[in-house]
């Protein structure tokens, strides 16, 4: 174990994922979210089989049992399919940064569940770490609520919405990564399972509704969009995921969800001087509180 390469790890995998949320959402006000969610799957999917034959000579993880591949397939279904397309129309009408701050509550949200669903008890400083997460992302929801009226206040209060069921399909698919992956499945091999059954699901309802030709062609609209897909999908679920792998096994969990979880502090910048967004001290702070709640749940 090395503890700074995990942190390292765990540090690179935030910024990382402060860029593929951002190209996410330049290509989702493009092409929209839902061809951005069916294309990010199939190449996400072929990066991930590549570094499966690479490191372990073989396509798919043939070791996998019946009742992994089950669970796994459900989480990738319930995260990547459900969950992140209400993420990806977050991002297009709220924008990355408050998406992604309401993507940092997945975790509590799994705590929560899993204290009933798993008897996994929280104590006194997990459950005060819930409580700060909670009230600093209602601070940044405050803050922003208030710089706007009419349509687009509706529209930022379903964009809300959308990240809120965002983080619980992300939770819902933690729990189901971690019944499904036990403790003898390779974590890359675990995410293998989850994105080509997130794949396949989507491209399947795509082709039962005749859209797939549809969403060929917003693809070749856009150029721009294409290659915002392509690197979002190699920063994000391919090459962000496995870091976040070294991540966890160099150092502790606490410390690495806590680094990794920086994301919507470097999302601060990104969406003050790219996507032009108004904001005050409150959301800053709001932010901090609660990604100090999330650092007091993990590190407790």
Known sequence: MNPRLGALAALTT????????TLFTQAGRRVGSVVVNRARLLLAAAFLTLAHAAIYGEIFPLHATPMQWLWLSASGVVGLVLGDALLFQAFVWI??????????????MAAVISWFALDERLNGMQILGIGLALGGVALVI?????????????????????????????????IGSKIGMGETLPP?????????????????????RGETKHTIERLRTSAPARLFILG???T????????????IQHTTIGVASTLMGLTPIFLIPVGRFIFQERFGWLAVLGTLIAMTGVALLFLT
């Open 95 to 108: 924008g990355p940064r408050i998406s992604m701050l309401l993507m940092s509550l997945a975790p509590l």
């Open 188 to 208: 890359l091999s675990a995410n293998w399972i989850r994105m080509v059954a997130a794949a396949s699901v989507i491209w399947g309802w795509t082709g039962a």
């Open 232 to 234: 979002g999908a190699f």
């Open 14 to 21: 935030a910024l990382l994922w402060t860029g593929t949320s």
């Open 236 to 247: 994000g679920p391919f090459l962000g995921v496995w870091l976040s792998l070294v991540a």
């Open 142 to 174: 405050q803050d922003r609520g208030n710089a706007h009226g009419g349509g687009t206040r509706q529209r930022f209060s379903r964009g809300v919405l959308f990240g809120l069921g965002a983080a619980l399909g992300q939770a819902l698919g933690l």
